[in-house]
Structure formats: structure tokens, C-alpha cells
């Protein structure tokens, strides 16, 4: 479970870009309300959308913080409930996958993960929810679609953390050599936790890749 959860300072950064940075954009809304009220009846909307959305948000992280299950649960489903595929819902549902997955409520944690890798607009928000999803899955033993999801091409950003995720699911398929090339790869590519993958290579026999 810790190792699903090692990627947090990537979802910390993803919520202060979208705190300094993000909007939120409904387009049916937008057409209807340009239609009857014009322009400047779209930008106060828009304008208390994104307070109320920052609003209940904070709300969310508040009940987080405090590791307040139930509140959060509520919290991020008013989040989903009003904001749905915007950013605010997609990290509402990260969030409260973590939750159920803490909860062992298994199905619901992969069932927000697959809706986030679905629905993301932004590739950081799928690659995310997928890696998550990868070691849920691995620590349930769905070797095969783990596999599959990991081979998945990535970002610069990602690349060393689903690199070291390749090597556990290698090394629980028994292919061992594999396993040590990813571990490998994890390190040269800048995964987070080097001192974590050279432990796991010392445990195989193989030293890290050279320079």
C-alpha cells in the first residue's frame, strides 16, 4: 500500500498548478447562457463557478488533512457532483479512490481510477490515475492488465515511476531479468524513490545501471 501511495508530491503539484492556474469550462452552460444573457452573464458565471469550485475544494483538502473519511467522501462527491469531468472532479476522484483503497473497498478505488483515466483532458491526470491504477493491481494480482496498463507510453515526468512499476510487476511474474532492466531504466529515468529500486536490485543480485 505505501508504494501506491509514494506519488503524492505529484498530486500535490498538479493541485497548486490548478489552485494558481486552473479554470473551470462547461460548455453546454456556456453556449446556453451566451445565447440568453451574453457575454457578461458567462464571465459571472464563470467567475462563481470557479470561487465556489475553490471554495469546496478547499473544503475537501481540510477534510483530507484531518483524515476525516466521511467528510471527505462528502466533500469530494458535492466536488464530482457540480464539477464532474473538470479538474476540481478529477482530483476529487483520485482522492477518494485513495480513500476507498485504504478502506479495502477495492472495486469503488478502481472504479474512480478507470472513470479519471477515461475522462482526463490532461495526460498527467490519466498517467497518474493509471499508474495508481497499475499498483492496485499488482498488489491484487492482476498481473496481466497491470502489465499491459504499465507498457503504456508516458511522459518525461512519469517515466521513471512507471519504469520501477514495470520492475514489480516483473518480479512478481518470476521474470527476473526483466524486473532488473526496469529497475535499471527507474533509476537512470529519475524515479522517486532511488534508495527504495537499489535495495530491490541489491535483492536480485545486480548493481545499478553504470554512470
Do not use: C
Request: no cysteine.
Amino acid at each position: 500500500m505505501a508504494e501506491y501511495l509514494s506519488d503524492e508530491e505529484q498530486v500535490e503539484a498538479l493541485k497548486r498548478w490548478w489552485k494558481e492556474n486552473g479554470k473551470s469550462v462547461i460548455g453546454g452552460v456556456a453556449l446556453g447562457l451566451l445565447i440568453v444573457g451574453g457575454w457578461q452573464g458567462w464571465q459571472r458565471y464563470t467567475a462563481g463557478k470557479a470561487e465556489r469550485g475553490s471554495a469546496y475544494f478547499e473544503q475537501f483538502q481540510q477534510a483530507v488533512r484531518l483524515n476525516d473519511a466521511a467528510a471527505a467522501k462528502q466533500e469530494g462527491e458535492r466536488l464530482l457532483g457540480e464539477f464532474g469531468e473538470g479538474t476540481y472532479g478529477m482530483l476529487a476522484a483520485l482522492e477518494l479512490a485513495r480513500i476507498a483503497y485504504e478502506e479495502a473497498d477495492f472495486a469503488n478505488a478502481q472504479g474512480r481510477l478507470r472513470w479519471v483515466m477515461s475522462k482526463a483532458d490532461d495526460p498527467a491526470l490519466e498517467q497518474l490515475s493509471r499508474l495508481r491504477l497499475v499498483r492496485m493491481l499488482l498488489d491484487q494480482g492482476e498481473l496481466d492488465e497491470a502489465a499491459d496498463l504499465s507498457a503504456r507510453p508516458v511522459s518525461d515526468a512519469f517515466a521513471g515511476e512507471y519504469a520501477a512499476v514495470r520492475g514489480d510487476v516483473a518480479l512478481a511474474k518470476g521474470d527476473i531479468d526483466g524486473a532488473r532492466r526496469a529497475y535499471r531504466d527507474a533509476l537512470r529515468q529519475g524515479a522517486h524513490d532511488q534508495a527504495l529500486i537499489r535495495m530491490k536490485l541489491t535483492e536480485l543480485g545486480a548493481g545499478p545501471p553504470a554512470g
